[in-house]
Each structure stands twice: as C-alpha cells, then as structure tokens.
C-alpha cells in the first residue's frame, strides 16, 4: 500500500453539493443519480466556468471524453484509485499523460446533461469493487489516501473483447503500455491483439 494526501482540486474551494446527498425529492437532480439510488455519487463545487482545475492527486490520464450526463469528463488512475472531474469546459491535459498533484489539467464549465448550473463535479472510485455503486466513497480532501499499486482484474469478454492492448488503453490512457502489463504477466501470451480467455486473472501494474 501506498499513501497520498487527497487535495483539493480548486484555489479556492467551495462545496455546494455534498458527497451522498439524498436527492430522492429533488424534482430534476433525483433522475441524474438513479444507478446511485438518487444520492449524490461525488462532491459539487461552486465554480464559474473557466475555472482552473488543478490535479486532486497524481496519476495517469485514462479517461478524456464527453459523457452524456458528466459532459467533458476528466479520469486519471493512480493505482486502484481514480479521481474523475466532470462538467469541464476544457481539457489541458491528454491520454496517457502523467500527472503531478496539484498540476493544471482542465476548466470547469457546465457540459453535460446531469447538470443544472456551472460547476466542478469532483468523483473518487475504488475500481476494484464489483459495482459502479461500491466504487464511490466520498473524497478525503486533506487526508491520506491507500491506494494499491497493482490490483488484480479477471477478464470478462461479454460486451468487448479483452487483449493487452485493450486493457492498456483502459487503465493507462493508451494503448503503448501493453508491455508492461505482459512484463508482470508473464504467463500472458505476449501478442496485444490476442483475446485474453474469460476468467484469467491479469495483474494492471501502476502507471
């Protein structure tokens, strides 16, 4: 295990919507967290757009797309650990890159349809949990963090074909850290393109 201080990701922070807020009688925000039972699955700051967000921990890039509801959404992994920033209004950092706690790396903005005014929604997941529901866990902003440098992910084929160069595109942003994978894998065939059997257990190392 390894330990890092969890910061905050604005200069000046100001929480408008807390980790695991019923909105069970909220009119429009109950249907944006029905896969949470309508409680808030991050934290909410208050935040204009273009607000500079900074990096709430360190890690790799693996995740830069639009979502439908978090719109321009940021992830980046340190271990089993990733921090997402959602609703941006733009990105300054790209896949695969390597991130240092407290680096600049996009501004907030309101994008996205789970969203009812401009502001920085902040999420922490535990990716080895089983559900999208037990990876959330609200963030310990000033505190230190556990994470696991190498975890354990058993393949699952069902929707998309697993391969190294898969799962290096998955947990490190880009598709050139297969090798790294195979090298603590070493029973692993070392093709990329080779679809990995259901139910192999792969060891996804840190960035």
Do not use: C
């Not at 084929?157 to 195979?182: D, Q």
């Amino acid at each position: 295990m390894t330990s890092i201080t969890f910061e905050y990701p604005l200069k000046k922070p100001v929480i408008s919507h807390s980790f695991g807020e019923d909105n069970t009688n909220d009119p429009i925000k109950k249907d944006f967290y029905k896969l949470f039972d309508n409680r808030h699955p991050g934290v909410d700051f208050s935040a204009n757009t273009g607000t500079q967000v900074f990096a709430s921990f360190p890690g790799i890039v693996v995740r830069k797309e639009f979502h439908k509801g978090m719109g321009n959404v940021l992830g980046i992994r340190n271990g089993n650990i990733v921090v997402l920033y959602a609703h941006l209004s733009e990105f300054s950092v790209k896949l695969g890159q390597i991130i240092k706690k407290g680096e600049l790396i996009a501004l907030s903005g309101n994008s996205g349809g789970a969203t009812t005014e401009p502001h920085l929604h902040l999420e922490i997941r535990d990716i080895t949990k089983s559900t999208l529901k037990d990876m959330v866990f609200d963030p310990p902003f000033g505190k230190e963090i556990e994470i696991k440098p190498q975890f354990s992910y058993k393949v699952n084929n069902s929707g998309t074909v697993k391969t190294l160069r898969f799962l290096s595109i998955r947990y490190f942003g880009s598709e050139k850290y297969w090798g790294k994978i195979a090298e603590v894998n070493p029973k692993l065939d070392t093709d990329p393109d080779i679809t990995l059997s259901d139910g192999t257990i792969v060891l996804i190392p840190n960035y």
